[in-house]
């Protein structure tokens, strides 16, 4: 496999959401299919998510959701990164941008999943645009990351997963390039978004999000329908190599998942 010539040891994977329990609706399942293939898994999220309540302190919600993401780190088997800021001050600037990047150089992740660059809020948008800048940057001697770290020239794919709702802001459904068949690790990614518990409550209230399981559960099968052979499935769309990686054709989540990655071939002719 190529990705043995990369790295030693066991292939890495980070995914980067927004806000706590985005990692488990759109992410989760791949994660999981990644560590059952080998890979040694991450999980940030940028935000604290301390507007996602009705009932608790700032403080309180901090605390709880930080317990939720936890619980749900150590049923995947995942390492977990402190957040950055609070909800809805995620922005592309130069301060976040270094402390992303430390954390990519930390980190060092043959493949880095993050949220879908056209979502329906600013805060999974900027994320997009972060760990894509973050992985560029990788190497740069003199972007100064905050904390220091050192460079890393490694090659990293980044793959952009598909929005919540599958649609983007203005309504257009959002297809695919690559489908991963999550049908097998369901009730384990079904048991980590059932961590977020404070998240079933506020998004109940605030969004009419009834069955908080049911609307992830549903999404799956939705994509797995579009993927046309898979009964639930997550989407992704593979960034450009330019910057990243040398060779365009690289693709370490097919390479790692074999089968249980689909790509679909009218998408890669539609690119041109």
Known sequence: MRLTQHRAGAPVAMAMGAHPDDIEFMMAGTLLRLKGAGAEIHLWNIANGHCGTMVHSRNEIIRLRREETR??????GAAIHPPLVDDLSIEYDPETLARVTAVVRQVRPNILLVPSPDDYMEDHQNVSRLGVSGAFCRGMKNFITHPP??????????YHALPYGLRDGMRRLVRAGQYVDVGPV?????????CHRTQKEWLDA????DAY????????RDVGRMSGRFESAEGWRRHSNLGFAGDPSWDPLSELLGGDCWTDPEYERSLG
């Open 71 to 76: 619980a749900s780190a150590e049923l995947a």
């Open 186 to 194: 369901m009730e384990k990614k079904t048991a980590m978004l059932a």
């Open 206 to 209: 605030s969004q009419g999000v």
């Open 149 to 158: 770290m050192a460079p890393w020239a490694g090659e990293t794919v980044v």
């Open 213 to 220: 399981l049911h609307t992830m559960t549903q999404m799956c």
